[in-house]
């Protein structure tokens, strides 16, 4: 399968897939079409191009979220994406983009997204003291983390002090369900928990 990766900031979960197709468990069954980014400078575009992966860009900064959406819709299309996958990708996606790509759109939030939709989950998790977060991978569509859930792994927070403890033991989980969620679904081709 053929993956389109959206990222506006960081990269890790970018990353996580990358070498997942390289030598974890999308081996031989996904490849990198692109990663894109709405944010030229984003820290992540730069790490994907080091990665080797072909890397494009198109600045949302000012534009009405409609044209911008089409555009992007249209630029990802020239790359047959089998998959579009959100990976802190800063939008919320309007029917222009999600329209050609329907049902086939994922993203993964750090939080139960029954719980928490949203920035700042991990902040959320910390404060809140909870004991135990949801990292969640989920369908996207034209709400803010409300589409059909693919899978979702617990992380215990369980004695963690700092937000950056709260954040350093979620994104463990993030890196690897990601890539397990994307393996299942393009093997089975349906939902997994
Ligand atoms: C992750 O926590 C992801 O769950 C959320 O945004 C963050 C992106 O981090 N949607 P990174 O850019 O993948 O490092």
Known sequence: ARLAILLSGRGS??????RATQTGVLKDLAEVAVVFSNRPDAPGLALAAAHGCPV???PSRGRPRETFDAEAAALLQQYEPDFV???GYMRILSSAFIQPFAGRILNIHPADTH??????AYEWAFDNQLTETKITVHLVDEGLDTGPI??????????????AEVERRGLA???ELY????ASLIKNGKMMN
Not at 115 to 120: C, D, K, M, S
Not at 179 to 182: A, I, S
């Open 13 to 18: 979960n970018m990353l996580a897939l990358v």
């Open 56 to 58: 494009a860009a198109l």
């Open 85 to 87: 996958v959100l990976a």
């Open 115 to 120: 719980q928490h939709q949203g920035l700042h």
């Open 150 to 163: 693919l899978a979702q792994q617990p992380v215990s927070l369980h004695g963690a002090a700092t937000l």
């Open 173 to 175: 989980v993030e890196h």
């Open 179 to 182: 890539p397990r969620t994307l």
